[in-house]
């Protein structure tokens, strides 16, 4: 499920960067909030690593310390240690409340 062609080659349209960030990680039906922590980023995506993180299933939304909002967010591919995120939509008031609590940063 990696993000690379037959070859090995790199299908990613943007370039990770890497980065090292206390990240949340919310499912709103059931409400669970996960602790992760953020290793690199690209315009289209991330990848996160933590302890519970096989327990993080799509649809999520992310926050981040220093983001506007949180963003909507799907499971692009898992690997034994850390997953890869795909971003969607920032999310509105409206979808935060979705899940009766406050989706913050960590």
Do not use: Y
């Amino acid at each position: 499920m990696r993000n690379c062609g037959p070859r090995g080659e790199e299908r990613r349209h943007d370039p990770r960067v890497p980065q090292l960030a206390a990240a949340r990680a919310v499912q709103t039906k059931p409400f669970r909030s996960f602790d992760c922590i953020l290793r690199d980023i690209s315009e289209g995506g991330c990848r996160l690593v933590g302890v519970a993180i096989d327990s993080i299933h799509s649809p999520f939304l992310l926050t981040l310390p220093g983001w506007p909002a949180p963003r909507h967010c799907e499971v692009a591919w898992r690997a034994r240690k850390s997953i890869g995120v795909r971003f969607g939509e920032w999310a509105t008031p409206a979808d935060e409340a979705a899940g009766g609590r406050a989706v913050t940063a960590p």
